[in-house]
């Protein structure tokens, strides 16, 4: 057989495919592990929360790590990464957030930096001294998530779930307020201010305030707001009274809010409602007057002194305001005098009248031609007119004041003219000052050395005087004295040696009425009186030496 005829007859292998898949036990456990991985990374990146980036302008105390975000006291993430921005103007923070919490970050979310605090209105984050600082978060009211925040330089004042609403104030400069002063109601810190900024046309000032529950149904549509800061000093018949609303007021500034009795009772005011901040209580306070004449005065005097807001006095009582000062020229004369714009509130003067009169005051008060008579009546008949008074001789303040001057010129009132003007008196100011020059301008012109000096001589001869006396006084009582005394022993000797004369003798002479016996009862009873004249004389002397210089005085 040929070598091809016996590759032919050999037998051929053919390829069946597998009928079913056998897997090798080697692979069983590889699989299962990787399963198992899957499962576990699958889970945990299910259970893990949102990845955000937090952007600040310096990150003091925010460690990787370590600072946690914290949401009512709980924690609800933790800091991963602290590093600075590609510009490296401000500090990037990496949070991973919690599972829990992902439902909370939204894109009006708020986050801080909580570290110890110190301000005028208190003192925050004290917790932070041994737990170290962390970052504080309030959660927002929109729907949408976002992961990239800018975070706040300080603390919101209010969280979004603190009870109680928002208003605005607006006023003509900030004055001594910022953020966190408080505001009082009736004394009791009732809310703080928020924010504050200024209006686009440059020309105000908007403050953002919260008021706390239960004090903000108190703020009404006519609540009033005022500047409570400092103090409030004001003097009465009752002596001076000084007010503040509390010492934070006083250093950091405050507010207060109240309604005035005659406002209606209405619901409380909606949020965000804007009001006017007043400069104090009495200005807030004050009852809008519904019936006011305008009117003109013209002085030809110095207004130094009377500004905007003096007080307008009928009979020394305010019945209104001063509300501009200025000058008037005429082109004609080129006369230049002082302009006074006032303005007279009738319910002023009604509100004195006395029980029995109001309800007539009030009628006539009502009508404007009845007005216009009561005036023209008062200015032409009886003499009202308007004079410059000082209100304080040491501010200088002066105001206006209505009284009666029965000779004064005679005057009309026109009433055609847009501005009434009444008239006035010359005051009386200028006149007390020129006194009180001419006091001091004499005062100035006495020789004060002049008589300085003559009244040091005049002393030091007094001075002398007085020691010629004591000199005096001293040799009488230490030599004239002792001679008195010595005298009147001598003579006290004689007259009992006499005395006893007398007695020895009566034996001898026959009958008391002798001659000899009588005349020598006669000398003794002179001698005698001679003595008792001396003793008192010495015993006066004794107890008045000066006597013997100044003379005898009454008794």
């Known amino acids: 057989m040929d070598e091809g005829n016996d590759r032919g007859n050999l037998p051929q292998a053919h390829v069946e495919p597998r009928k079913g898949l056998h897997i090798s036990v080697v692979w069983i456990i590889p699989i299962l592990a990787a399963v198992i991985a899957v499962g576990i990374a699958a889970q945990r990146i299910m259970s893990e929360g949102p990845t955000i980036t937090i952007v600040f302008k310096s990150a003091g105390g925010v ?5 946690v975000v914290k949401y009512k006291d709980v924690v609800i993430g933790q800091v991963k990464t602290v590093q600075l921005t590609a510009d490296f103007s401000r500090v990037e923070v990496t949070v991973k957030v919690a599972k829990s919490a992902a439902g909370l970050i939204v894109e009006d979310a708020k986050f801080w930096v909580v570290e110890p605090r110190v301000s005028l209105g208190g003192i925050s984050g004290l917790g932070t001294l041994l737990s170290g600082n962390y970052i504080g978060f309030e959660a927002g009211k929109s729907h949408k998530k976002q992961r990239r925040f800018i975070g706040l330089e300080t603390p919101p004042m209010i969280t979004t779930d603190q009870p109680g609403r928002q208003f605005a104030l607006k006023a003509a400069d900030l004055g001594s307020l910022g953020i966190g002063s408080p505001i009082y109601y009736h004394r009791l810190k009732a809310g703080e201010v928020i924010a504050y900024n200024l209006e686009d046309d440059g020309k105000s000032v908007m403050i953002k305030i919260f008021i706390n529950e239960p004090y903000d149904k108190y703020v009404i549509p006519e609540t009033r707001f005022w500047n409570a800061s400092g103090l409030d000093v004001s003097v009465g018949a009752s002596g001076m009274q000084v007010r503040t609303q509390s010492v934070v007021s006083l250093l950091a500034g405050g507010l207060a809010f109240d309604t005035p009795p005659f406002a ?23 009852k809008p ?15 130094r002194g009377l500004s905007v807001g003096a007080p307008v006095t009928l009979l020394g009582l305010p019945t209104g305001e001063v509300t501009e000062v200025g000058v008037d020229f005429d082109p004609k004369t080129l006369k230049i005098r002082g302009r006074v714009e006032i303005v007279s509130f009738a319910e002023r003067m009604t509100a004195r009248l006395g029980k029995d009169q109001t309800s007539a005051g009030k009628a006539l008060m009502q009508s404007k031609d009845q007005r216009e008579r009561l005036m023209r009546l008062l200015v032409e008949e009886r003499g009202l007119r308007a004079q410059l008074k000082s209100g304080s001789l040491i501010t200088g303040q002066l105001y206006v004041a209505f009284d009666y001057f029965p000779d004064a010129p005679k005057a009309k009132i026109n009433w055609n003219s847009e501005r009434v003007e009444l008239p006035v008196m010359p005051s009386t100011v200028h006149d007390l000052e020129g006194k009180l020059t001419g006091i001091i301008t004499k005062l100035d012109k006495l020789p004060y050395e002049e008589i300085g000096e003559d009244l040091r001589k005049s002393l030091a001869s007094l001075d002398q005087m007085l ?14 004295m002792p001679a008195l005394k010595a005298t009147l022993d001598k ?32 000398a ?23 006597a013997l210089i100044r003379g005898k005085g009454g008794e």
């Not at 006290?492 to 020598?520: F, M, W």
């Not at 003794?524 to 030496?545: F, M, Q, V």
């Open 63 to 67: 460690e990787a790590g370590k600072t």
């Open 264 to 286: 209606p009772k209405t619901d409380p005011a909606p949020a965000d409602a804007i009001f006017t901040l007043y400069s104090d209580q009495a200005t807030a306070m004050k």
């Open 289 to 303: 007057e519904s019936i006011a004449a305008h009117y003109v005065l013209y002085f030809n005097e110095s207004l």
């Open 467 to 480: 020691k010629d006396a004591d000199k005096a006084l001293n040799h009488i009582d230490g030599e004239l």
């Open 491 to 522: 003579l006290h000797d004689a007259v009992s040696s006499a005395d006893r004369v007398l007695k020895s003798t009566d034996a001898t002479i026959v009958g008391k009425d002798a001659p000899v016996q009588q005349e020598l009862h006669d």
């Open 524 to 546: 003794l009873k002179e001698i005698a009186g001679a003595a008792r004249s001396l003793r008192l004389l010495t015993d006066y002397l004794e107890r008045h030496p000066e």
